[in-house]
């Protein structure tokens, strides 16, 4: 037997819908500070409005207040577990903060209940990219491409990197050909692209690919730097140093094109030089950890270890979770004698990236 709500339960129903609907427009346009306030009258009067509370979730996602967002979308779901959208919600707001596992499971939920959501495909499927689980996430991202309205841009980087993962240049090659045929005007693949072949040292494959990033998208200040890099690689320090300056020229004073330029530096043994252009990115960003490393690998070419220990800690202030940086101390601190000191760093490093040769290298080198 179904219950027919009152007329006054059904006037308080429709004037809630009301409210939650101008509440949802107001969100909709970006005027966030109105929209929360009419979200927060609504659950004055209903607490319980599963609707509301995962709008104001979302609503405090935005906001970078991550906690009470979660806490919203959570008890939305707690009322009315049917929603797909709202695990969907849930699922994103996990994945931003690395929690991957959860997220996981969010998104498992969102297609249990409508299977049909194309981000969701998308999403777990570089969530079990990011799980190294690979053969999962080539399976759900290949499956991915035949949900309609899916973002086949995202699939594609997602495949790119399953490739440098597996080590398959030659997978490699194929899912760029069909990427860049996919999306020719997408800065972002063709980003991808490069950077992942230069993973396998393919530094002249990879020029081009840098070069139509920065068409597309000329404020990708990352495609100038890689770019430059690649061409360091292949000993054209002259033209990678100009592509850098050009970029300053046109972007103005950036961190990351100072940094590169004191990379190139000491690509070319000129370590003094690119002492000074790491300290340029520095007082621009006091807190930016590598360049306070490549100070530290200068000093380190010029003998002076234990000053270079000194910065490589600064570094590790700023960001204890950078491998290169733990590999790079941990040869200095070798090098000085704390070879027991230097294993702790090596293995630190193996955790957080455990195919990094470098490390293994210098770890074998360490128990000799």
């Given at each position: ?235 054209r320090y002259d ?120 490390a293994y290298w ?7």
């Open positions: 037997m179904t219950h027919t709500p009152s007329a006054p339960a059904l006037q308080e129903n429709t004037e809630i819908a009301s409210r939650f609907d101008r509440a949802m427009r107001l969100h909709q346009k970006g005027r966030l500070d109105e929209a929360e306030r009419r979200y927060a009258r609504i659950l004055e009067t209903d607490p319980n409005h599963a609707d509301t509370l995962h709008l104001l979730g979302v609503l405090k996602s935005q906001r970078g207040q991550r906690e009470e967002a979660e806490t919203l979308v959570r008890n939305a779901i707690a009322i009315d577990p049917t929603h797909p959208i709202y695990h969907l919600n849930l699922g994103t707001m996990l994945m931003e903060t690395q929690r991957f596992e959860d997220a996981l499971a969010a998104f498992d939920a969102t297609l249990e209940l409508d299977h049909k959501i194309a981000k969701a495909h998308t999403f777990r499927g570089n969530i079990l990219l990011k799980l190294g689980r690979l053969s999962e996430a080539e399976k759900q991202l290949t499956h991915a491409l035949t949900i309609p309205g899916v973002d086949t841009a995202l699939i594609y980087r997602g495949m790119i990197e399953i490739c440098v993962q597996q080590e398959d240049a030659t997978r490699l090659r194929a899912v760029i050909s069909e990427a860049v045929e996919k999306h020719p005007h997408d800065a972002q693949i063709h980003y991808d692209a490069a950077s992942a072949l230069r993973v396998f040292n393919f530094h002249e494959d990879a020029l081009p690919f840098f070069d139509k990033a920065v068409e597309l998208d000329p404020s990708l200040i990352s495609a100038y730097c890689n770019g430059a890099l690649a061409l360091s690689n292949l000993d033209e990678a140093k100009n592509i850098l300056l050009q970029a300053l020229r046109r972007r103005g004073d950036i961190p990351e094109l100072f940094l590169a330029l004191s990379m190139i530096a000491y690509d070319r043994k000129e370590l003094q030089e690119s002492i000074d252009w790491a300290e340029k990115a520095i007082a621009l960003r006091p807190d930016y950890a590598d360049a306070y490393g490549a100070i530290a690998r200068a000093f380190s070419g010029n003998g002076m270890y234990k000053d270079a220990i000194a910065i490589y800690n600064k570094a590790l202030e700023i960001d204890p979770d950078a491998p290169t940086t733990l590999v790079n101390a941990g040869s200095a601190l070798y090098t000085v004698g704390f070879a027991e000191k230097s294993l702790e760093f090596y293995a630190r490093a193996l955790t957080l990236k455990p195919n990094m040769d470098m210098n770890l074998s080198l360490s128990l000799l």
